[in-house]
């Protein structure tokens, strides 16, 4: 293979903007490169990871990455090292353009963490709430978010400290959820503060407070939107949300056609919206989104006062074969998916069967509250005991490698779960990882998992009788 002209005429070369690389020698695959434009993760050899390292802040002319290498003790002679940065510069990973001025992240490798089950050196991926203040009532709402913000909520200049950790942690893309998060005063000052950063950005909104300045800023590469719809009519979107909304939601959806964003739809599936997917898969397509997610109903907050909405299992089970049939019919224009929360992954680093528990939560993934306190995920906000720190006070890094996660992190055992130990499901149900869950809808930290499907036998059981 013939070297690329800019590396056999020693051009400097440089890691591409955008790009963030993340070195977590406890997971499956340690080396990774992710481009926080197009949302690509690339699994890295340990030669291509050292060599976007050596120029990651600043280009660097081929002989000297060499140089750098062999102090190293790394072989740099003959056409591997000259194939392994032509892969890198083919693969958009580095460049021999002038790159753009990057922001100081961690330097060197961090120690892997030395947990029951595998951790992330520093969090992949973040939740991230700028308020619990919502401008609808949605019947189904899992936090039941009001008008009512909170005194303790964070300005603009607060949450510009919290994305500076969150670059400097290798953070590859955060989640803005909430409430409504186009709700806080300062939600285009933020916005627009998120589209310079080092990683990408997923809002999540009901699009009714989309106007014309949110959606340019909304339109920067970094940034993509997924707009909740739960209904292809204003009959069936108004029954959840509210008079109204559906209107201004197609409004805001039209908006950030017309300036070029990248959006998709959500829909909430329940028992008075499954009739028309069809007609919200066409609708997303036609409205230009690039996907449109389905997501069976969480009968818990506000949607746990609604038994009328709920999904019974069979009712559940025809809306996965249905989305699987419209993937099939509508897949080659418009991508669908389907996710069931009742259905809790396992971190992804962790062994399949394992017996203990575990999820993203604590592992790779954590969630920070509208007043900078972090947590495992959003539904321990309510659960002050759960709080790792806060972020105004503490460092994003030094929380994260503390012991406060230690039940996230392998801490429980199926065998502490009284009402799961003895299923005969329970060590290959993933279901029971997600604890918080369990807390958030009265439960307990260690009760059965709601929507369980094992839960009606147990009902059923004699007091003291094994499944």
Do not use: K
Request: one cysteine or more.
């Amino acid at each position: 293979m013939n070297a690329p002209a800019g590396v056999a005429n020693d051009t400097p070369i440089g890691l591409a903007p955008g790009v963030v690389l993340r070195c977590d020698l406890a997971l499956s695959n340690p080396y990774s490169a992710f481009d926080v434009e197009s949302g690509i993760r690339h699994e890295l050899s340990p030669l291509a990871f050292l060599l976007l390292h050596v120029m990651e802040d600043a280009s660097v002319r081929p002989s000297a990455i060499a140089a750098a290498l062999a102090a190293r003790g790394v072989p740099t002679r003959g056409r591997a090292f000259h194939a392994g940065l032509a892969r890198l510069l083919d693969a958009g990973l580095a460049t021999t353009d002038r790159p753009v001025a990057r922001r100081p992240t961690r330097r060197g490798m961090l120690e892997p963490l030395l947990t029951a089950v595998p951790v992330a050196s520093t969090p992949v991926e973040m939740e991230v709430h700028f308020t619990s203040t919502c401008n609808l009532r949605c019947r189904h709402c899992f936090v039941s978010a009001d008008g009512e913000p909170s005194a303790a909520e964070m300005p603009a200049a607060d949450w510009r400290g919290v994305f500076d950790q969150l670059e400097s942690a290798r953070v590859w893309q955060i989640v803005v959820s909430g409430g409504e998060p186009l709700v806080h005063p300062e939600a285009r000052h933020i916005v627009e503060d998120l589209a310079q950063r080092q990683f990408a950005t997923a809002l999540l909104t009901n699009g009714t407070l989309i106007d014309s300045a949110l959606a340019y800023a909304l339109s920067a590469p970094r940034f993509s939107v997924v707009v909740s719809l739960d209904g292809a009519t204003e009959r069936v979107h108004d029954a959840l949300r509210g008079d109204g909304a559906f209107a201004r939601a197609m409004s805001g959806i039209s908006r950030l056609g017309e300036r070029g964003c990248r959006f998709s739809l959500s829909t909430t599936l329940h028992a008075g919206n499954t009739h028309e997917m069809e007609d919200l898969v066409r609708l997303a397509r036609d409205c230009g989104a690039e996907s449109v997610g389905f997501i069976a109903l969480d009968p818990i907050g506000r949607a746990a006062e609604n038994a009328d909405l709920h999904l019974a299992g069979e009712q559940r089970q025809d809306a996965l074969r249905r989305c699987q049939e419209l993937a099939l019919r509508y897949g080659d224009t418009i991508p669908i998916r389907y996710l069931d929360p009742r259905s809790c992954d396992p971190s992804p680093s962790s062994p399949g069967n394992s017996r203990l528990i575990s999820c993203a939560a604590g592992t790779t993934w954590g969630a920070i509250r509208s007043d900078g306190a972090l947590f495992p995920c959003v539904y321990a906000f309510a659960a002050p005991e759960f709080a790792v720190g806060s972020l105004l006070t503490d460092d994003l890094v030094d929380l994260w490698r503390t012991d406060r996660w230690s039940i996230f992190r392998g801490g429980l055992s199926l065998d502490s779960l009284i009402e799961c130990r003895d299923c005969p499901e329970a060590v290959a149900c993933t279901i029971r990882n997600c604890r918080m869950r369990a807390l958030f809808s009265g439960r307990g930290l260690l009760g059965p998992p709601p929507g369980c499907p094992q839960q009606a036998a147990c009902a059923d059981r004699e007091p003291g009788e094994r499944r």
